[in-house]
């Protein structure tokens, strides 16, 4: 477990070396990785931490709480509450985040955490639900959706069509109007906000806006990014086939479907107006590419982030490295405008 004041400092320390003393890669954009995310890599490979392809579920998660939770900021907030809503023959838990009266705006983000539909939780991306909360003045539910292999497809895409309804009809309680409930999350948490606002596109459950954080979109097809990425950093391809083992079985067929493709959605109707957020060196990068011009092509609304010295995780690490947390001010940033213009506020 690395300490979140050591990362504090090596960060600082990495960034006024000169540049030849740290030989970060540089990718096919010409765009050289941020310092500290090399030493994490590097750190990562000399302490032998096992791939979590190496580990069952249960092992995965613990190792991922074990390596997020120790770097949390805990940025403030007015108020969090913990609290659980009975759906089908269960409860399903929730964090709602309020943000303080000053600049805060009439709308609701549900934040379905990244994780590869196997790990994360509400505490592992309680930070960038708080710093949404933070910056963009705008609330924000964090859903501790059903997890694979205990809950495979279409388990988490269920529970987030449920809650968004829920929210919805239940919009008074939080003072705001139906169609200012947004939806939205990183990796695996933004392919299902995807999938799901796809589907409600042009019906009475419609979002008023997506955020997306590094989504995959397309499992179906090789992407370019794969072989440049697919092997070396955070997100790697056995990892990712890992985590489509629980959640699909690798079934052949459901990897065509919009729920795990959401690029091979045909848009009858305009596409819910997006941020679609994309690192440099991410294995996903290339899949956010091709989303982006999708939704263009469609005559959708959409604002692209491109981080281009950034890795797959980056939200996760705003508490002890500048760029990262750079990078999620600039997304808060364009969230805020993109209600407030959709809202003409």
């Not at 985590?243 to 959401?262: A, K, M, Q, R």
Request: glycine share 6%; proline share 5%; net charge positive.
């Amino acid at each position: 477990m690395v300490k979140r004041g050591f990362l504090k400092v090596i960060d600082v320390v990495l960034k006024y070396l000169p540049s030849g003393v740290i030989s970060s890669p540089k990718n096919d954009e010409n765009k050289v990785l941020s310092p500290l995310l090399y030493f994490l890599l590097g750190f990562k490979r000399k302490t032998g931490s096992p791939s979590l392809c190496e580990l069952t579920p249960e092992q995965g998660r613990i190792q991922y709480r074990k390596n997020v939770l120790p770097l949390a900021a805990k940025y403030k907030v007015k108020e969090t509450i913990d609290f659980s809503i009975p759906f089908e023959n269960r409860q399903l838990a929730v964090r709602h985040f309020i943000p303080q009266e000053k600049n805060s705006l009439p709308t609701l983000l549900i934040y379905l955490h990244g994780g590869g539909y196997v790990i994360g939780d509400l505490d592992t991306h309680d930070d960038i639900c708080r710093l949404i909360c933070r910056n963009t003045g705008t609330q924000v539910i964090s859903v501790d959706y059903r997890l694979a292999p205990e809950h495979p497809y279409p388990a988490g895409i269920q529970d987030a069509e449920f809650i968004v309804k829920w929210v919805q009809d239940n919009a008074e309680k939080f003072s705001i109007k139906k169609n200012a409930v947004i939806l939205g999350g990183d990796s695996a948490g933004a392919t299902i906000a995807t999938a799901v606002a796809n589907k409600f596109a042009g019906t009475n459950n419609e979002v008023l806006a997506q955020l997306l954080i590094y989504p995959g979109t397309d499992k179906s097809t090789v992407q370019g990014s794969y072989e440049k990425f697919g092997y070396e950093y955070f997100l790697n391809l056995a990892d990712r086939d890992w985590f489509y083992s629980h959640y699909i079985n690798n079934d052949p067929l459901l990897v065509e479907s919009t729920d795990i493709s959401p690029l091979k959605h045909h848009f009858i109707v305009s596409p819910t107006p997006a941020i679609m957020v994309t690192a440099g060196f991410d294995v996903l990068r290339d899949e956010g590419y091709a989303y982006v011009n999708k939704i263009k092509a469609s005559k959708g609304i959409v604002k692209h982030l491109h981080f281009g010295h950034l890795t797959h995780g980056f939200i996760n690490l705003t508490g002890v490295h500048r760029d990262s947390k750079n990078a999620s001010v600039q997304i808060t940033a364009a969230l805020r405008v993109m209600i407030k213009s959709l809202l003409n506020l």
